[in-house]
T-cell receptor, first 109, second 113 residues
Framework: GQNIDQPTEMTATEGAIVQINCTYQ??????LFWYQQHAGEAPTFLSY??LDGLEEKGRFSSFLSRSKGYSYLLLKELQMKDSASYLC??????????WGAGTKLIIKP | IAGITQAPTSQILAAGRRMTLRCTQD?????MYWYRQDLGLGLRLIHY???????GKGEVPDGYSVSRANTDDFPLTLASAVPSQTSVYFC????????????FGPGTRLTVL
């Protein structure tokens, strides 16, 4: 079966750095996505990785290791507005997105 | 219209009633999707359409139907609603290209009593 695992909840302090991990087992791989979802809102696209390595975009970076079936999202200089759920999703061999349940990130002052 | 719109924003429905959730996009994306999101679970694909005139079943299609008469519209119909269909429903469209990124509508919160 297809499976994506990520922690249910994480807590971090404003100004700090947090790493959200995602491991996956899917039928085929055509890329990995990270989305941000604030409570009561739609998911919004954050990042995409298809090759191994680190993709940096401002305060957010995403890393991929295809051989390990592993990715992480790194958030630096945390702000209160970063409190949200972060969703990991893999594009499988049928070009369908398989979603993790999401990690709720709580930022404390 | 800019992006993807969904209607209604929220709805309370009696069990057994028929309901159509509307989704419209103006980005000329070929592929469109319907997901449901329930607490503690990831987004689950209900139905999808890779192009106008074609549809396919996702992970949880039972009790739902879709149509894709044109590029812009992708309505989702619950023929006879049941309480287990209480959920938040998101429509998405996909931009073909380097990343195949999906973009989401604002969602419809549906409660079936």
């Amino acid at each position: 079966g297809q499976n994506i695992d990520q922690p249910t909840e994480m807590t971090a302090t404003e100004g700090a750095i947090v790493q959200i991990n995602c491991t996956y087992q899917t039928s085929g791989f055509n890329g990995l996505f990270w989305y941000q979802q604030h409570a009561g809102e739609a998911p919004t696209f954050l990042s995409y990785n298809v090759l191994d390595g680190l993709e940096e975009k401002g305060r957010f970076s995403s890393f991929l290791s295809r051989s390990k079936g592993y990715s992480y999202l790194l958030l630096k200089e945390l702000q209160m507005k970063d409190s949200a759920s972060y969703l990991c999703a893999v594009l499988d061999s049928n070009y369908q997105l398989i979603w993790g349940a999401g990690t709720k990130l709580i930022i404390k002052p | 219209i800019a992006g993807i719109t969904q209607a209604p924003t929220s709805q309370i429905l009696a069990a057994g009633r028929r309901m159509t959730l509307r989704c419209t996009q103006d980005m000329r994306h070929n592929a469109m999707y319907w997901y449901r999101q329930d607490l503690g679970l990831g987004l689950r694909l209900i139905h999808y359409s890779n192009t106008a005139g074609t549809t396919g079943k996702g992970e949880v299609p039972d009790g739902y139907s879709v149509s894709r008469a044109n590029t812009d519209d992708f309505p989702l119909t619950l023929a006879s609603a049941v309480p287990s269909q209480t959920s938040v429903y998101f429509c998405a469209s996909r931009k073909r290209g380097d990343t195949d990124t999906q973009y989401f509508g604002p969602g419809t919160r549906l409660t079936v009593l």
